[in-house]
């Protein structure tokens, strides 16, 4: 069983970068693929980006590709994004999660209570 929390959220200008956080408790972190989602108002849930439990692999979804970096610390139990030259269309909610190797939610067993960004232009 993992606890996930997210921190880092925010409101920033286009253009602008920003670091997203999730804390992890709980047994097995080292073992999953940790992941980050997106929804936006109105939309369905989004893949931005996932690592392996290694951290050998990593990948992103389009619309991120470039711009964000997804990193993990199995030591601290914690994974982070690190999103650049952000664009008002990334204004989401952002979910943490963690669970298979994929990019589609149900395979993530657990999951954050998630963190709003705001993209101004």
């Known amino acids: 069983q993992l606890q996930l929390v997210e921190s880092g959220g925010g409101l920033v200008q286009a253009g602008d970068s920003l670091r997203l956080s999730c804390a992890a408790s709980?047994?097995?972190?080292?073992?999953?693929?940790m992941g980050w989602f997106r929804q936006a108002l109105g939309k369905e849930r989004e893949f931005v980006a996932r690592?392996?439990?290694?951290?050998?692999?990593?990948t992103y979804g389009e619309s991120v590709k470039g711009r964000f970096t997804i990193s993990r610390d199995n030591v601290n139990q914690a994974i982070d994004l690190q999103m650049n030259s952000l664009k008002p269309d990334d204004t989401a909610v952002y979910y943490c999660a963690a669970g298979g190797w994929a990019t589609t939610e149900s395979d993530y067993d657990y999951w954050g209570q998630g963190t709003q960004v705001t993209v101004s232009s």
């Open positions: 690592i392996s439990w290694n951290k050998q692999s990593a």
């Open positions: 709980g047994r097995g972190f080292s073992r999953y693929t």
